[in-house]
């Protein structure tokens, strides 16, 4: 990863309707692979964090989950840890293509959250963040409400702390340019069932 600058960190997570290998999340489960392929595709990704013993990815420290976990019966819940050079570049990729198909028929496959569904800060760009960074800050934005060191996409903040304004014009013109290559995948996920 390059040094100098900032990358922004997003973490997400949530619980299933039922345990990974049911055919209650197999829509998730199929999609899985193209979204992590579409990510590595999109103008602007960085890294992300891959699992402790599973293939792809080193994994960013020992992974963790937030105190939303509690009380579920699950040891374990999809999330993602990932940098990527601007919140632009972010929000092209969950809202269009592969990513937005998932996003689609998540209800199917997720339990209703009380929480946010994702949490997003700025970090020196030769910093790897580590999953209990995106744990604790899920549950700070959780706690505290929005803050430079931990927002959302509905009141972002810039590398330097401010309040930013995303610039949905470049969020197009990324989207558009993912959409090129990624059009086999996307072409992909659409024949997968929900």
């Known amino acids: 990863m390059p040094h100098g600058g ?16 049911s055919l209650a999340v197999e829509g998730f489960r199929l999609r899985e692979d193209a979204n992590f392929e579409a990510a590595a595709r999109a103008h602007g990704f960085v890294g992300r964090s891959g699992y402790d013993g599973m293939p792809g990815p080193a994994c960013w420290g020992r992974q963790v989950f937030p105190r939303f976990i509690e009380g579920s019966g699950f040891a374990s819940a999809p999330s993602s840890l990932s940098l990527w050079a601007n919140i632009e570049s972010l929000m092209a990729f969950s809202y269009s293509g592969v990513h937005a198909d998932a996003l689609k028929h998540a209800r199917h496959w997720n339990v209703k959250q009380s ?3 994702l949490v997003l800060w ?10 209990r960074d995106g744990a604790e800050r899920l549950e700070r934005l959780h706690d505290e409400g929005p803050s430079a060191a931990a927002f959302a996409f509905k009141r972002p903040y810039d590398a330097n702390g401010n309040l930013a304004t995303i610039d ?16 086999d995948l996307l072409a992909h996920v659409l024949t997968l069932k929900a």
Not at 122 to 131: C, G, K, L
């Open 168 to 183: 949905r014009g470049k969020v197009k013109e990324i989207a558009a340019l993912n959409a090129i290559g990624q059009r």
């Open 115 to 117: 929480w946010p569904a």
């Open 6 to 21: 900032k990358h922004l960190a997003m973490y997400n997570f949530g619980l299933h309707v039922a345990p990974y290998e």
């Open 122 to 131: 700025w970090t020196d760009a030769d910093v790897i963040p580590e999953w």
